[in-house]
């Protein structure tokens, strides 16, 4: 296997750059509210080699998270990044490097004395660079023998590693959800690496017998890791993150809620954003204060009746937000007045931990982890999709519905009659697009943008 | 072609075979499953005839991709595409389970058609198999082995008894050990049986209800006992990889210059020589068997294991290369291919991947391809 013999980072330390300026500024969030707002237009339309470097981390946010509360939380999460990335690369460093998949929630890791890398957040990194670079990993993994067809978060974890982007593990964790093959990615991983592996193997029910398989999991997973770290777990630390999660998803899940209001005070970009920074430090309090500002942001804006646009026209609520199309998102407020009031990523609907116990923290951690974003929705039948789907039909007021199915997700892909139908008895118009959520070759953001407007013309909506 | 190979023949290619219609017409409930990990012997402890659904006479999947995307497996579409034409109306349930993420998606779909379309058989199950071998597992595993005992009883009013799984399990072990056999003979220079052959016989096999399986099996061992293939220049070939019943593959690959010795696939190979014990407890037995026995890449900590016994076939059946077989957008077969291209590389072994959609033509391209390959393989012994 053609792993190279240095290691590099290059692309890590670019996206390091950008999280440490968006730290800087949070300090000085009007300072980083008027350089977004320059940057802003050179960013919209499409990328160059001028705004390359910047062009996804201010789009990212978004047009909607402008105000000076919001300006804040963004500064606030990418110092979590940036000790994400900064631990990444310390090559110097004696803590035992662990890997977690992207969809196994970190909160136990965060009680052992370790740096953590999460392989697919590294297909966001990436992104950072440019969007050309995560092609680049992506075809380095093709080449190497990877099926095109895996999912591309899959693929960069494995184009990461040869490129040396990714730091060598002592331990891995993975679990066998999301799907086929981010679980079969993990064990060419393993492979590749030779670092003992642990999977939590997920249930498929939502049952008491399912979480207490879960549970069980977890107990191994603790045991696991504390033979292979030779450490033990500091209870006291994971009670501390775990009220810091329960505080989180308080303020997220308020949040969630607030989006039901016409118009709509915030939108899912903070929930994605967030969705992003969980991976690196989920239980933190920086995240937790990202949260906090979010949420009282939104809470004023409800209170006062406003918009988080200036002028909101459509709501639309979406399946997938491929996160490639960021830059989507900002292009869609601007021109439509469109704001995205609900997906399945972002939403967050979950239960909080009971933290009076070692047995209590860990039963809830098992239930909390089951209820996460995708890992809620695809690991079971398809009603963990449809009831959830129904109800923000229900409650959100939605405009139309925008499934841009990831080319990777094949379950998702499965159900796409069950969407439409679920669409056609609530007289919903729904636009299914396929793309691919980190690699660019699949469609081009002009191609969908094209999509959507058409869409939104032959539906009266624009 | 003798007459027991042909009769064998007629039932891998046929839908519905007058063994299972003649089961059904003493009573016998049918059952429909789709992976090697639905416990046959359960079923038949209920006294029901387990039958493995395949895409065999599909010519198309127009009405099967109502429901899924041409990004899904193309033997899930074609399968469902049969189910939709009623062509699996003789069916008294299906046990659906969660191999991978396009086949557990018909048990939701099943039963959305179901309700929107009166698409039968009403039992529908989804039977949950971990992907860790884990005692924690094994545990689980163990339960949902009971709880599916319990549904099929409730169900089907049935009693399933711990003698009835002996027995179950007994039956079942003749088959395979038939299958030991006919699989050991493989191992001889000139083996009795070709691959084309042997997919045949494993794809009726489970076609038919075990105890003619028996039957059928016994009287083709016998039949190929003195047999000898011609075997004159022709590369041993042990082929690998997710579910196939495309005989004429097989063939194809055999008339291009080489006999498939042993294979390791889901609708056969990997599977039907493995025994359960048949002392102590039949759960615990079935559980063990299909948990820690018999090993596919949807289970994610077993590849060392799955590697280790590739290898040892390669040398017990003295093979010349390895084929691996996967369907286009099968992503777990996508990530075993992956890592068996490395391994291919550690041991110097030729290795050939090849990928297709389940009849989905394009056979004179795959052979150039195979020819080709086989050039490579004469070029270095």
């Known amino acids: 296997m053609n792993i190279h013999s240095s290691e590099n980072f290059s692309i890590s330390r670019a996206a390091l750059r950008a999280s440490s300026m968006g730290s800087l500024f949070s300090r000085y969030p009007r300072a980083l509210g008027w350089v977004k707002r320059l940057m802003l237009p050179l960013a919209l339309e499409k990328e160059t080699a001028f705004n390359r470097h910047f062009r996804f981390f201010i789009l990212m946010a978004g047009y909607a998270m402008s105000n000076t509360e919001d300006i804040r939380a963004l500064g606030v999460l990418s110092r979590d990044f940036q000790d994400y990335l900064e631990n990444v690369i310390d090559e110097t460093s004696d803590k035992p490097m662990v890997w977690s998949e992207w969809n196994l929630s970190n909160e136990i890791l965060r009680a052992f004395d370790v740096r953590q890398y999460v392989p697919e957040t590294f297909a966001v990194v990436a992104q950072m660079a440019g969007s050309d670079a995560a092609v680049d990993i992506i075809e380095l993994a093709e080449e190497e023998g990877m099926a095109p067809e895996h999912c591309s978060a899959a693929k960069t974890a494995v184009g990461a590693l040869l490129a040396n982007e990714a730091p060598k593990p002592d331990v891995i964790i993975s679990s066998s959800h999301p799907c086929d093959s981010v679980t079969s990615s993990y064990q060419a991983l393993q492979y590749m690496t030779k670092a003992p592996m642990f999977v939590v193997d997920t249930p498929y029910w939502d049952d008491d017998q399912s979480f207490k398989h879960y549970e069980n999991n977890l107990w191994d997973l603790v045991a696991f890791l504390e033979t292979n770290l030779n450490q ?18 308080h303020y997220l899940q308020e949040l969630s809620e607030m989006s039901r209001a016409v118009p709509s005070p915030t939108s899912v970009e903070p929930l994605l954003l967030h969705w992003l920074g969980r991976m690196a430090a989920f239980g933190s309090p920086n995240g937790m204060k990202f949260a906090e500002l979010v949420h ?47 997906d399945f990523m972002g939403r967050i609907q979950t239960v909080p931990i009971d933290t009076s116990s070692k047995e209590t923290m860990i039963r809830d951690l098992a239930r909390t982890h089951l209820y996460c974003t995708m890992v809620r929705h695809t690991r079971g039948p398809a009603e963990f999709y449809m009831e959830e789907f129904q109800k923000i039909i229900e409650e959100y007021s939605g405009d139309c519905f925008i499934f841009m199915g990831h080319q990777g997700c094949k379950g998702g892909w499965a159900l796409r009659k069950l969407f439409r139908d ?26 969908v943008k094209r999509q959507f407007e058409d869409f939104f013309r032959s539906n009266g909506l624009a | 072609m003798s007459d027991i190979l042909s009769t064998i023949q007629k039932l891998a290619e046929a839908q519905k075979n007058a063994y299972i219609t003649k089961a059904a017409d003493e009573g016998k409930r049918i059952l429909g499953y789709m992976c090697s990990f639905v416990p046959e012997e359960i079923i038949h402890a209920a006294c029901m005839v387990p039958f493995r659904m395949t895409a065999v006479g599909s010519t198309e999947t127009r009405l099967g991709d109502t429901y899924y995307s041409a990004i899904n497996c193309s033997l899930v579409r074609h399968i469902f595409d049969k189910a939709l034409k009623n062509e699996f109306s003789f069916l008294d349930g299906i046990v659906f389970m969660n191999g991978c993420d396009h086949s557990r998606r018909m048990y939701d779909n099943w039963r959305d058609a179901l309700k929107t379309q009166g698409l039968g058989p ?6 949950v198999a971990p992907h860790t071998t884990m005692e924690t597992s094994l545990n689980r595993f163990i339960d949902e082995l009971n709880g599916f005992s319990s549904a099929l009883e409730k169900n089907f009013g049935v009693n399933i008894t711990k003698n009835a799984l002996k027995n179950s399990i007994s039956i ?16 001889q220079p000139e083996p009795p049986i070709s691959g ?23 009287q083709l061992t016998e039949h190929v006992h003195d047999r000898k293939m011609d075997c004159k220049d022709k590369l041993r070939i042990v082929v690998t990889g997710g579910a196939m019943e ?5 063939k194809m690959i055999e008339d291009s210059g080489a006999i498939v010795v042993a294979e390791n696939l889901c ?18 037995s079935i559980a063990e068997r299909y948990l820690y026995k018999v090993s596919c890449p949807r289970m994610v900590d077993e590849f060392e294991n799955r590697s280790s016994l590739l290898e040892k076939t390669l040398k017990e059946y003295s093979a010349d290369a390895l084929i691996t077989e996967k369907l286009m957008f099968c992503d777990i077969w996508g990530g075993e291919v992956f890592l068996l291209k490395q391994e291919a590389k550690r041991m110097g072994f030729p290795l050939l991947s090849l990928e297709r959609e389940i009849y989905g033509g394009g056979a004179g391209q795959m052979k150039t391809r195979v020819q080709a390959f086989f050039e490579t393989v004469r070029n270095i012994q």
């Not at chain 1, 033990?232 to 998803?249: A, G, M, S």
């Not at chain 1, 679920?422 to 191609?447: G, Q």
């Open chain 1, 232 to 249: 033990k777990l500091d209870w006291d630390k994971l009670r501390e993150v775990c009220e810091n999660v329960n505080i989180t998803n």
């Open chain 1, 296 to 342: 009282n942001g939104a809470k004023e804006r409800l209170k006062k009746k406003q918009s988080i646009i200036s002028e909101e026209k459509i709501r639309m609520i979406w399946y997938d937000v491929p996160l490639v199309f960021a830059p989507l998102f900002p292009w869609l407020e601007k021109k439509f007045g469109a704001v995205v009031v609900s």
């Open chain 1, 422 to 447: 679920v669409c056609r008895d609530a007289r919903l118009p729904s636009l299914f697009v396929s793309s691919d959520i980190f690699d660019k070759r699949h469609v081009t953001e002009e191609e």
């Open chain 2, 122 to 127: 009403e039992f529908l199950y989804m039977f």
């Open chain 2, 172 to 187: 079942y072990n003749r088959r395979r050990k038939l299958f030991r056999e006919l699989n050991e003979m493989r191992k």
């Open chain 2, 196 to 218: 084309a052959e042997m997919l045949a016989v494993q794809l009726a096999m489970t076609s038919i209800p075990v105890e003619n399986a028996v039957d059928l099996l016994e």
């Open chain 2, 246 to 250: 495309e005989i004429d593959h097989v």
């Open chain 2, 267 to 284: 609708t056969g190979g990997r599977h039907s020589d493995v025994s359960s014990d048949e002392d102590g407890d039949p759960v615990i």
